[in-house]
């Protein structure tokens, strides 16, 4: 059992959301520090620290451009999230940006 298997913690969905954008970073192969735990990064990993930029600053070019309120998630739930990657996964989510929009443009 896993230490997140012990954690029983109800999933709430933000009271007045409507819309989930699920963001992700790929992790190619040949770069694997994406995903290298280290103590006192903000994110834990690299990769992730990239995915918390992003969704910043795609959250504040969504309040400032088209007036949407909006705020990240935490992905585990007993840190407030809901998981959203494993969702993304069973509602079978798959998206890629083409190569002229990427998540710099944001």
């Not at 705020?71 to 509602?91: R, S, T, W």
Request: charged share 20%; aromatic share 8%; glycine share 10%.
């Amino acid at each position: 059992m896993t230490r997140f298997q012990k954690i029983a913690v109800e999933v709430l969905w933000p009271p007045k959301a409507k819309t989930a954008i699920v963001v992700a970073v790929e992790h190619p192969e040949n770069k694997p520090g994406l995903d290298w735990w280290q103590d006192g990064l903000k994110g834990g990993t690299t990769g992730n620290q990239m995915l918390i930029s992003i969704i910043k600053r795609l959250a504040e070019w969504l309040r400032q451009e088209k007036g949407c309120e909006a705020q990240g998630l935490p992905y585990y739930i007993a840190q407030g999230g809901i998981f959203l990657k494993d969702a993304a996964v069973m509602a079978g989510l798959r998206y890629a940006l083409p190569q002229s929009l990427s998540a710099e443009s944001i």
